[in-house]
């Protein structure tokens, strides 16, 4: 059988353990028809809460394990502390108050299997406070979100890791070995990292995941993201895996996103370069949209 790690980061969310037990429940009931195990790890980020395996108690559906952080480390080193505990060939890696359809796994791991993939991107739904919007909207973005050019100098075309299936054996050694300790950007590092050419990322045009609104996503602070991301910026000059003009772009991009909170006239102004090179790879975007075609439906 093929087994699949679900790894939950968990930071006080006692409220979200009822929901979590049916998600996983159900994912498990539909795996085991086609052929998955699924194994569940949650990280408890919040060692002041005791959590036990009883909280989630599973019927005998799924393996779980409960890992307790000594102290609060954060989401990155989290996901990293629940992967290295885990023994699937493939990791999902869920937020607390993430949901993913019965099917996910089976679509996933089909896809996966089939074209010999690092990760499978899936689509999904933002379920916001008074609407729903779909993640990857247009085929630019479809195209695009497989490559990490976008990552760098544009934006973050995915919600959530919850978005991927991913080989745990091609999760990069330098994100699993050196930290992000600002949460939020930790997931455009690991894209970053993983979007290399020697790597095979496939879209899966399948809604399978739903980003929930709570109110305290760490998504929602957008300063907060732009520190993370220039942080993700210095680990990725450490890495020595990307290009150094590419990196330079991205800062640029952070420090323009950082200005624009306050004008988006002064920050077009005062970063004009990297303002017309994003501009030109909207323009790009647009024109994707025009030509590309979904080669894979799950």
């Known amino acids: 059988m093929t087994k699949v790690s679900i790894i939950v980061p968990f930071y006080e969310g006692e409220r979200f353990i009822n929901n979590l037990k049916q998600l996983y429940q159900s994912i498990a009931i539909e795996a085991n028809k086609k052929g998955i195990k699924l194994e569940v790890i949650i990280v408890n980020d919040s060692p002041w809460i005791q959590l ?8 005998n559906l799924y393996e779980l394990k409960i890992i307790t952080n000594d102290q609060n480390y954060g989401i990155h080193l989290s996901r990293i502390n629940g992967i290295k505990h885990s023994t699937g060939e493939y990791i999902i890696m869920l937020d607390q108050d993430d ?9 996933q791991v089909q896809l996966a299997q089939k074209n010999n993939a690092d990760c499978i991107i899936s689509n999904g739904i933002m379920k916001g406070k008074n609407e729903n919007k779909i993640i990857i909207n247009t085929n630019g973005k ?4 497989c490559r990490n050019l976008p990552y760098l100098i544009s934006n973050n075309l995915l919600s959530s890791p919850g978005q991927c299936l991913i080989k745990k ?4 050694e330098f994100w699993m070995e050196n930290i992000l300790k600002t949460n939020c950007s ?7 990292l993983l979007f290399r050419k020697q790597n095979k990322i496939i879209y899966n045009d399948k809604i399978l995941y739903t980003h929930v609104y709570t109110g305290t996503n760490c998504s929602l602070d957008k300063l907060n993201g732009i520190e993370s991301d220039l942080k993700v910026n210095s680990l990725l000059r450490e890495s020595n895996q990307i290009s150094p003009f590419l990196l330079y772009l991205h800062k640029r991009k952070c420090f323009y996103n950082k200005k624009r909170l306050q004008s988006k006239l002064i920050a077009g102004l005062i970063y ?7 501009i030109l790879f909207k323009t790009i975007m647009y024109l994707t949209n025009l030509t590309y075609d979904t080669n894979y439906k799950g």
């Open 142 to 145: 479809k195209y695009w979100c």
């Open 99 to 107: 949901i993913i359809e019965a099917n996910t796994l089976y679509s």
């Open 186 to 192: 930790d997931d455009v590092y690991l894209w970053i």
């Open 52 to 59: 036990s395996t009883t909280s989630f108690k599973n019927n």
């Open 272 to 278: 004009i370069d990297y303002y017309l090179i994003m």
């Open 169 to 172: 054996k091609s999760i990069p």
